[in-house]
T-cell receptor, first 117, second 115 residues
């Protein structure tokens, strides 16, 4: 148990559906991240929130919409996805993003395995 | 450009033996951190070990040690006394203090431990 919980663990959705992925961290961290892991590809950073403010967005399509209502919760809202969006979506949190890199050790949840039909 | 390279797609080791997983990195930034993560088939990414670019000694965490060779820009993970539960995907990653980016990951190495 890493202290980062993701729900649901598995999700199957059609291209016209709207769904949301949820991430919750119990570590008292200030930064949260969404990563996408596709088959045979390195993890790709999607979004970073530090102190509830989005500080990085790696040119992710607008069909992915993040929300960070507080430092413990992070959502990824999905709408009109494409089959190529099928992947493992991982959430992570860390103590801080600037300064001491050691404080940026990221702790991950178990991921949501998404299938878009 | 910053980059992490893991050249071993798969590694095989017998139980109780030691194994080294290779990682090389590329950055011109003098301040950076190197991380290793383990990802079992369940999907969760588990933090194993961290090495800072200014750390004088190689990092160790239980059976894990990081062989940090700064001049060669390598940060190999050594797992001693392999166990069946070590079978997983292993990722090397880098963080750059100045750039302020999140982790850059390599493509990973699949480790299979047999009895």
């Amino acid at each position: 148990e890493t202290g980062v919980t993701q729900t649901p663990r598995h999700l199957v959705m059609g291209m016209t559906n709207k769904k949301s992925l949820k991430c919750e961290q119990h570590l008292g961290h200030n930064a949260m991240y969404w990563y996408k892991q596709s088959a045979k590809k390195p993890l790709e950073l999607m979004f970073v929130y530090s102190l509830e403010e989005r500080v990085e967005n790696n040119s992710v399509p607008s069909r992915f919409s993040p929300e960070c209502p507080n430092s413990s919760h992070l959502f990824l809202h999905l709408h009109t996805l494409q089959p190529e969006d099928s992947a493992l979506y991982l959430c992570a949190s860390s103590q801080g993003r600037a300064g001491d890199i050691a404080k940026n050790i990221q702790y991950f949840g178990a991921g949501t395995r998404l299938s878009v039909l | 450009a910053q980059k992490i390279t893991q050249t071993q797609p798969g590694m095989f080791v017998q139980e109780k033996e030691a194994v080294t997983l290779d990682c090389t990195y590329d950055t011109s930034d003098p301040s950076y951190g190197l991380f290793w993560y383990k990802q079992p088939s369940s999907g969760e990414m588990i933090f194993l070990i961290y090495q800072g670019s200014y750390d004088q000694q190689n990092a160790t965490e239980g059976r894990y040690s990081l062989n940090f060779q700064k001049a060669r820009k390598s940060a190999n993970l050594v797992i001693s006394a392999s166990q069946l539960g070590d079978s997983a995907m292993y990722f090397c990653a880098m963080d750059l203090k100045q750039a302020g980016t999140a982790l850059i990951f390599g493509k990973g190495t699949t480790l299979s431990v047999s009895s």
